[in-house]
């Protein structure tokens, strides 16, 4: 029985040495907000410029540099709730100071437009898709200064996101 009780001991204390060693810290990515923008494009077909709409970083200006806004300005507190007033599920969140900064320039001039969820940053950013398989963009509805909300997200991509923000630093 001793021999027993000390092998898994012993096991359990190789466990414990190997198990850390593969562990890895991984950082959630960055969530990044971005705008539609008409881009002209030459068509070879007619020789002719086309429109088309492209998602591009969303940016305001702090102190004279150009910041695109991510998750890295807000607050580690959003949540989620449901309100009968605003149709459903309802997502709060909160800024940091530059983060106001940032949403009140960018939603300012959005107002009716939508503003796009990416999950990265960059060219390797892909839009955040919710459970129906469409990207995460909802539609400016007000000017957001240091806090705001989100609705019309279902339930789960409501809580989500949320959780996503939160842990996006």
Request: with cysteine.
């Amino acid at each position: 029985m001793k021999r027993c009780v000390l092998i898994s001991i012993i096991a359990i204390s190789v466990f414990a040495l190997i198990f850390p060693l593969g562990c890895k810290s991984v950082e959630p990515p960055i969530l990044e907000f971005r705008e539609l923008k008409e881009v002209s494009i030459d068509s070879t077909e007619n020789g002719e410029l086309d429109t088309i709409l492209v998602w591009v970083p969303a940016t305001g200006i702090i102190n004279g540099e150009e910041k695109v806004l991510n998750s890295r300005y807000f607050k580690n507190n959003t949540y989620v709730t449901t309100s009968a007033q605003h149709g459903g599920v309802i997502l709060h969140f909160e800024w940091n100071e530059e983060g106001a900064i940032l949403s009140e320039q960018i939603t300012g001039r959005l107002i009716g437009e939508p503003l796009g969820i990416f999950k990265g940053s960059g060219e390797d950013a892909q839009p955040l898709l919710g459970e129906d398989g469409q990207p995460i963009s909802p539609i400016v509805i007000n000017v957001i200064t240091d806090k705001g909300i989100i609705s019309g997200l279902s339930l789960k991509d409501a809580v989500t996101l949320s959780e996503q923000l939160n842990a996006s630093r």
